[in-house]
């Protein structure tokens, strides 16, 4: 047993029992590294992603690179998730030094933490152009003890271009019509019109994107942003990316058809992805959005809800297929055999054409995974349940995935606000709850008595790890949305204490947002990125709440913070629209005003879910009796003729007050109901 036994992340307890001496991150591994006169080993991953588990196995559980490993290195592990400002930094130095990055993410460091060689997975013996992991061990442990001084002008010339970088920001004001128009001109360049979706294979969801889609959609009209919106959930729906019969995504799919997943799931896909086709429903009334919103909601609640009331990180891509062998996908495909085992020689011969399970396989090993290839063709919906129930009933009788239970804020935060959301569209209290459940844990757990978050928790214990930026950005806005379902005003003020520490410790000249904060772990850079990856941008994410915030509150501090935040996707956005998607979609609340809204009346009445269905962009609502405290909103707006009266205003102006909801539904437009 090595010194990731104390951890709490299930990732560095996966090399708990390596004869690998793994370190965590922090002093003592720096100064053991500078005791000993030796290099650093830094390990990167977290505990669903498949290749990290293939190299432990092939390379860090080996007695034999274990032993030369001890000898020469001090070996650190990371998880990603818990310190994604470490993980930040080195890949930004693996891809400026090899164009390319991913994880497990290999990386050498001199004892003051400069990098110096890098690398990704390394297989056990010299394979595709690739060194063993073993040759990398010698000759980098050659060149420190022969070449340290080329050693250290390669780390140090790293580490001033790393420094030298400088973040284009647009200075020159907020993004406009002009910058919007652009960015989805650039989208429509890199739509798959056949496939849907963006770009080609590996084709990841594009859930921020969609959700810029569907706000330009709302403001301007613009049917093309619709339609691709609409058949890209249409196709991700059906394809095998989505779980036909326990519901949620898989995190990406390897082709461009969305026919095979890489099979991990992950709570923010499934977050995001949740609170999309609930928008889509919200735009378009589509059924098999709605089915998939609450399939996907339930799903988050069955199988990630921990016993504390978070949600877990991910379930693994692998798992055990009945031969003792850890198989990827193993829990989710299916052969025809496999399918006759289970429902008899009639209904297999259905599911094989309804869900698309061929003799050759789509998979491997002549296995499939379950998709709806027959767009459109009519199906005897009672026996498609009865086939679905069996399956999954069998399904459920298999060796599970692992789980990462631990729980990060900023995608609590994300499932905070999708489980809220669709709670409230589609008159499902129970989502709600499990909504409010998950924010009790982030304010008892996570926030302290200072409202600093901390990034993760796990069995009701706080990580220790310092929130960044997407931890304070995602969980007020999970906050902001559960105060609008929920009509407590408590989450509005919980919402202000994080952005307060946004303005304080987060925010640098001119409006730049800065991944960690002023007063956390000096990093040989300090990471700044408005791009979004797997999750909103941080700073977008911020940004989009600071917005909000302003709009419940008036407040001018938070306003102009939100604002000059979104300068940067002013320059971004028209280039990179694809990794803009979040930024986008606030510019566009930002456009719209972000309208305000206040209904006086009781929480859930018909005025307060009419107004949680307009589709105006990133539109704030306020409910509960006039003149209370807790929404600034509702301050001097009584019923009218002591009926339920909803107050809109937007840009200084606002409408008159209406009693009825028709009325504020052409006001704000939707309604999928």
């Not at 271009?161 to 360049?189: K, M, S, V, Y």
């Not at 084709?203 to 959609?217: N, W």
């Not at 906050?479 to 407590?488: C, I, K, P, R, W």
């Amino acid at each position: 047993m090595n010194r990731l036994a104390d951890s709490q992340s299930p990732y560095l307890l996966q090399h708990a029992f390596n004869p690998v001496d793994w370190w965590p991150w922090g002093e003592e591994a720096m100064a053991e590294a500078e005791r000993r006169d030796v290099p650093i080993l830094l390990s990167v991953g977290y505990s669903s992603c498949h290749w990290c588990h293939v190299m432990a196995h092939e390379s860090f559980e080996d007695d034999r690179v274990a032993a030369y490993l001890n000898e020469h290195f001090v070996p650190v592990k990371v998880d990603r998730e818990e310190r994604p400002d470490v993980d930040a930094v080195y890949m930004e130095a693996v891809q400026a030094a090899t164009g390319q990055g991913g994880w497990p993410m290999t990386v050498f460091l001199t004892t003051d933490a400069e990098p110096f060689y890098f690398g990704t997975y390394f297989p056990p013996e010299p394979r595709h152009g690739m060194p063993s992991f073993q040759q990398v061990l010698e000759g980098v442990s050659a060149a420190w003890t022969e070449r340290r001084d080329e050693v250290a002008e390669v780390a140090g010339s790293i580490v001033r271009d790393l420094t030298r970088r400088t973040l284009a920001h647009g200075d020159e004001g907020l993004p406009g019509e002009a910058e919007l128009a652009q960015a989805l001109l650039g989208l429509t360049r890199e739509y798959d019109e056949k496939h849907g979706g963006f770009g080609g294979a590996p084709k990841f969801p594009p859930s921020m994107t969609i959700e810029f889609l569907l706000r330009h959609h709302a403001r301007t009209g613009a049917q093309g942003a619709l339609q691709m919106a609409v058949d890209t959930c249409v196709a991700m729906a059906r394809g095998g990316m989505y779980d036909q019969l326990g519901g949620g995504f898989a995190r990406y799919s390897v082709d461009r058809e969305w026919a095979v997943p890489h099979f991990e799931k992950m709570l923010y896909d499934n977050a995001l992805l949740c609170r999309v086709y609930a928008h889509l429903w919200r735009a378009t009334g589509s059924e098999q959005a709605r089915r998939v919103a609450l399939e996907t909601a339930d799903f988050m609640v069955r199988e990630l809800r921990t016993a504390e009331g978070g949600f877990a990180s991910a379930l693994d891509a692998d798992s055990e297929d009945g031969t003792g062998r850890h198989v990827e996908g193993a829990y989710y495909v299916w052969t025809p055999e496999q399918l006759r085992e289970v429902l008899g020689e009639e209904d297999a011969a259905f599911a094989e054409a309804y869900f698309g399970v061929t003799r050759e396989g789509t998979f491997e090993e002549g296995s499939s995974v379950l998709q709806l290839p027959l767009a459109g063709a009519a199906a005897d919906a009672d026996r498609v349940a009865r086939v679905r129930a069996a399956l999954l009933a069998a399904r459920e009788l298999r060796p599970r995935p692992g789980r990462d239970d631990k729980v990060v804020a900023a995608w609590n935060g994300l499932a905070i606000a999708a489980l809220a959301e669709a709670g409230a569209y589609f008159e499902r209290p129970d989502l709600v709850e499990r909504a409010t459940e998950a924010a009790d844990l982030l304010v008892r757990v996570h926030m302290g008595d200072v409202a600093r978050l901390d990034r993760t928790s796990r069995d009701g214990r706080a990580g220790g790890h310092a929130g960044v930026l997407e931890d304070y950005g995602d969980v007020a806005e999970g906050f902001l949305a559960l105060a609008s379902v929920t009509g407590e005003g408590v989450w509005l003020e919980f919402a202000g204490f994080l952005l307060d520490i946004v303005l304080q410790h987060f925010t640098g000249e001119g409006g730049r947002l800065y991944d960690t904060a002023d007063d956390a772990e000096q990093l040989i850079r300090r990471p700044q990125d408005p791009t979004d990856n797997a999750t909103p941008a941080g700073w977008t994410a911020a940004a989009g709440a600071l917005l909000s915030y302003a709009a419940h509150t008036g407040s001018e501090a938070h306003r102009t913070a939100g604002e000059g935040a979104l300068g940067v996707v002013k320059a971004l956005g028209p280039r990179v629209p694809r990794f803009t998607g979040w930024g986008l979609a606030v510019a566009e609340a930002l456009l719209d005003g972000p309208r305000e809204v206040a209904v006086a009346g009781p929480v859930g009445g018909e005025l307060h879910r009419t107004a949680l269905l307009g589709t105006a962009p990133g539109a704030v609502v306020a409910v509960g009796e006039t003149g209370g405290a807790e929404f600034p909103l509702l301050a001097d707006r009584p019923m009218v003729g002591g009926a339920p009266t909803a107050y809109v205003c937007r840009h200084f102006v606002c409408d008159a007050p209406t009693t009825d909801a028709q009325e504020l539904a052409r006001t704000l437009g939707g309604g999928g109901a």
